[in-house]
Structure formats: C-alpha cells, structure tokens
C-alpha cells in the first residue's frame, strides 16, 4: 500500500435537500458581483435559475448571465465566458447545471486574472496563480466536475477533446442539493450515473490511488450500482436522488485524487468522433477494458464484482452490461450508427493522455484498436 498521498478537496461543500435556496448567503462572503455560467434552458425551465437569483437578491449580490453553455464546451466559449467577466467586473463565477457547464465556468474562472484566453493553458501552459473563486451547483449526479480539478473542453478545428489542468482550478464551494437533480430525464439519469460508477472504478483501479481514494471509490460503487436502476425508474423519488447525489459526490472525491483510466480515454476518443454522450460512450468501453487489464488487476476488480453482489468477474461485467439495458443504454457501438473500418480512426496519437499511458498494463494502439473491435 502507498504510504505517501495527497488529497485535495474543495474548501466547502453543502450537501442537503433544500441547500440551494441558501446560494445567496453561503457565497456572499466571496465577493459582490457574480457571474453565473448556465446551459441552453434546463435550469431556467425548472425555476432553479429563477431560486438562485432570487437567493442572490435577498444576499444583496449582482450578476450577469452567461447562459447557453454547449454540452462538451469548446475554446471559444470559455473565451466569451472570460471577456464577459473582465467587461462586467465580476468577482466570482458560479455554474450552475451539469458537467459541461461545470467544467466551463471552472475554466472561465481559472482564466480571469491570468489572460485573455483559454487556448495557451489548453495546450499545456501552467496557470500562474489562481484565478478568481469558482463556485459549483450541479445539477445532475455523476461527472464529478465539482470535485477535480480539471475541464475537459474540445478544440473543434482539430476534433481534440482534453483537459485544461491545475491545482487552482478547485472549487472553493460546492453546493449539492439533490432537489436540482430530480429534473434529469431517465436518460440523464443514467448517463450520467454511469459515469460515476466508471470513475469510480477506475479511481479503485487507478496507479495513483490511495487508502483514502480506495475507500470512497469502494463505497461510491456500492451505492450508485445499487440505486442507479431505481432512480432511472422512479425519477420523482427524492430518496433515490439523494443516494445518486451523494454516491456520485464520493466518486468524484475518489478520482479527482486518484485518476481516470482507459475507459475515460478511449470515451475521449469515440465521443467526438460519433456523438456518442460521454456516459455511455464509457460504459459502451468498460467490459472490454476490464477485460483487457483482468491479468494485472485480477484482485481488485474481484473486490469491485463483491461490493456489487457478484462472485466473479465475469459474472460483473455480464450484470453491468444487463444494468445498462435495464437503464436504457446501448451496449455496443454498432448500434450507434458506427461502421467497423471507422473504428481504427478515432486513435491519434495526440489524443493518447495520461490516462491510457499510466494504464497498469502498457496498451499499444494496436491493443485500443482490438478493445474498439470487440465493443462493436
Ligand atoms: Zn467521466
């Protein structure tokens, strides 16, 4: 077991029903004027936007609306995001909704103070010092964008989707209410609460992982395998919610300190290229990877099948790919529209991160490729 680790969080994070009514009076003390980064119309459409603002008038705050946030958020965006900030003065940025929205507002704000534009620390510039306070509201339960300290954005000129990282890029509050989440469709539901499951898989399955990470990723999987299908079911449910909310918040606790794996990787890869949502791009992948890493990580995956009420990992994988029809997800790229000879395309090797090169077991492209062949 590793003896040393670090282990980062946010400074904050308030965790109840009802905790987003509160917005206004927890986020006062970090400045005056805000600016709230929101999607195309689902917080609006719900009246959440509408509870946030009004919370941020009783609290005596300003704010400007950056709204219209495009699910996997490219450069330009981010860019809009930071003029705005600089024009309007703000002193913070909130988002408010999932986790494109999340990793764009955490961008906009790692930028304020530091440039102009996102693009230089996209390709690899260190961020001098800390932007200015990001504080996260999701909305849906499972990409973990409140807990990292990454945003994953998507240069479209090169159809390049990677991480903008940096230890200032943490939030400094995080506000989980899990009534925000009871809006999601059935199909939000459970792509984003497969995501969670695959984070925190692969943070138990991570070569950074660590006795904390171990403990969190474990518990996260029991819980969200456990209560995904029943929240998918019964959306209404606010005890379902919450235990999706809080299992998606300690998987994201769990992988924003460990790492992704290969999963997360190849998602990255097929995503772009055939509109597959992120979610179920991942959980399309997982058998195979599983597969593919079985040999070197043959105990920890046992542990994973056991917490899930599996004896073996063969019997898993055949109730994950079960757990994913019953939640309405397709299982096999063939049935995204996806041609075979396509598939070899996707790999490039700009796109091969850390997480396929610190995999435990070294995967050549001919080996992605084989993973590709035997998800279609
Ligand atoms: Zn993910």
Not at 309 to 323: P, S, T, Y
């Amino acid at each position: 077991m590793e003896e040393k680790f670090v282990f980062r969080l946010p400074k904050e994070i308030y965790f109840g029903l009802g905790e987003g009514k509160r917005t206004g009076e927890l986020i006062k003390r970090l400045g005056k004027k805000v600016l709230l980064v929101t999607g195309k119309n689902f917080a609006r459409q719900y009246g959440i936007l509408d509870e946030l603002l009004a919370s941020f008038a009783v609290s005596s705050l300003e704010w400007v609306i950056f709204e219209g946030v495009e699910p996997e958020p490219s450069l330009e965006t981010v860019d809009r995001g930071v003029s705005l900030a600089y024009r309007e003065n703000c002193d913070l940025v909130l988002s408010l909704g999932g986790g494109s929205v999340l990793d764009c507002g955490k961008a906009i704000a790692g930028v304020c103070g530091n440039g102009e534009s996102v693009v230089p620390f996209f390709e690899g510039k260190a961020l001098p010092h800390p932007g200015i306070p990001w504080v996260a509201v999701p909305t849906t339960a499972g990409t973990g964008s409140e807990m990292t300290n990454n945003a994953v954005l998507t240069d479209y000129t090169r159809k390049l989707k990677k991480s903008f990282r940096s230890p200032f890029l943490v939030a400094i509050l995080v506000i989980v209410d899990p009534l925000y989440t009871r809006f999601m469709s059935p199909y939000l539901t459970a792509v984003s609460g497969i995501d969670a499951l695959i984070q925190a898989v692969e943070a138990y399955t991570s070569p950074r992982k660590n006795p904390m990470t171990d403990f969190l990723a474990l518990e996260a999987v029991g819980r969200l395998w456990r209560y995904l299908p029943l929240a998918v079911q019964d959306g209404d449910n606010l005890e379902y919610r919450k235990e999706m909310a809080l299992g998606s918040l300690v998987s994201a606790m769990a992988f924003a300190n460990a790492s992704s794996g290969p999963v997360h990787g190849l998602a990255h890869m097929i995503g772009p290229d055939f509109g597959i949502v992120h979610g179920e791009a991942c959980g399309v992948l997982f058998p195979a990877v599983v597969r593919f890493n079985r040999s070197v990580l043959e105990e920890r995956y046992l542990r994973l099948a056991q917490v899930t009420g599996n004896r073996g990992i063969e019997e898993w994988l055949e109730a994950f790919e079960d757990l994913m029809r019953r939640v309405g997800l397709r299982t096999r790229l063939r049935e995204f529209g996806v041609r075979e000879e396509m598939l070899i395309s996707v790999i490039r090797p700009e796109r091969i991160g850390a997480s396929i090169k610190e995999n435990p077991r070294s995967m050549s492209t001919e080996d992605l490729c084989s993973i590709l062949k035997e998800t279609y």
